[in-house]
T-cell receptor, first 114, second 118 residues
Framework: DQQVKQNSPSLSVQEGRISILNCDYTNSMFDYFLWYKKYPAEGPTFLISISSIKDKNEDGRFTVFLNKSAKHLSLHIVPSQPGDSAVYFCAASDYRGSWGKLQFGAGTQVVVTP | GAVVSQHPSRVICKSGTSVKIECRSLDFQATTMFWYRQFPKQSLMLMATSNEGSKATYEQGVEKDKFLINHASLTLSTLTVTSAHPEDSSFYIC??????????????FGNGTRLTVT
């Protein structure tokens, strides 16, 4: 049973515009959420995280928003750059109950066009 | 930042042989490491949690006798795929967290190992 869902398998966005990636989860025990970026044949690279006590976290061009009541989070990339083209994975953890184990979504392939 | 080194990056082996994959945390200690597997165009699936000095914890459906995990030190975990078969062909990725940073800190991933069993 997929506890973390990314319903958009792909996203195409023009350079300079905003990329918005969405993620939904079903396990109400999740309290730590992360976004990873992955290039082919490489391991995921950590981008940004948010704990359940916050509803927003910002790091440069990346902002993650968390809506706990809706069990939904999103990643905003502004402005999008060609180097942002990659697969983005949403991940979640119930860090108290399962120290460190992350559940991943299926990923969203982002293509940034010039 | 934290670096996780995984070796080899790519391996091709014959059916029935065993393959060992190493995962090292280069600039931090990791009492716990995680092994993931990714099929083409699918998500990363957690296979097992590797615990330094004790037995690994396997996720449901993962055969512990086929995927042997050893976490001999605070910086090294190994995954051995025993008696490999073509269906074991996949992308295997290890990850680790700095033990001193605690649970609420990101996992850092190795670059993965592409295993092809012929």
């Amino acid at each position: 049973d997929q506890q973390v869902k990314q319903n958009s398998p792909s996203l195409s966005v023009q350079e300079g515009r905003i990329s918005i990636l969405n993620c939904d989860y079903t396990n109400s025990m999740f309290d730590y959420f992360l976004w990873y970026k992955k290039y082919p044949a490489e391991g995921p690279t950590f981008l940004i995280s948010i704990s359940s006590i916050k509803d927003k976290n910002e790091d440069g061009r990346f902002t993650v928003f968390l809506n706990k009541s809706a069990k939904h989070l999103s990643l905003h990339i502004v402005p999008s750059q060609p180097g942002d083209s990659a697969v983005y994975f949403c991940a979640a953890s119930d860090y108290r109950g399962s120290w460190g184990k992350l559940q991943f979504g299926a990923g969203t392939q982002v293509v940034v066009t010039p | 930042g934290a670096v996780v080194s995984q070796h080899p990056s790519r391996v091709i082996c014959k059916s029935g042989t065993s393959v060992k994959i190493e995962c090292r945390s280069l600039d931090f200690q990791a009492t716990t490491m995680f092994w993931y597997r990714q099929f083409p165009k699918q998500s990363l699936m957690l296979m097992a949690t590797s615990n330094e000095g004790s037995k690994a914890t396997y996720e449901q459906g993962v055969e512990k006798d086929k995927f042997l995990i050893n976490h001999a030190s605070l910086t090294l975990s190994t995954l051995t795929v025993t008696s490999a078969h073509p269906e074991d062909s996949s992308f295997y990725i290890c990850s680790a967290r700095d033990s001193y940073q605690g649970a609420v800190s990101p996992l850092h991933f190795g670059n993965g190992t592409r295993l092809t069993v012929t």
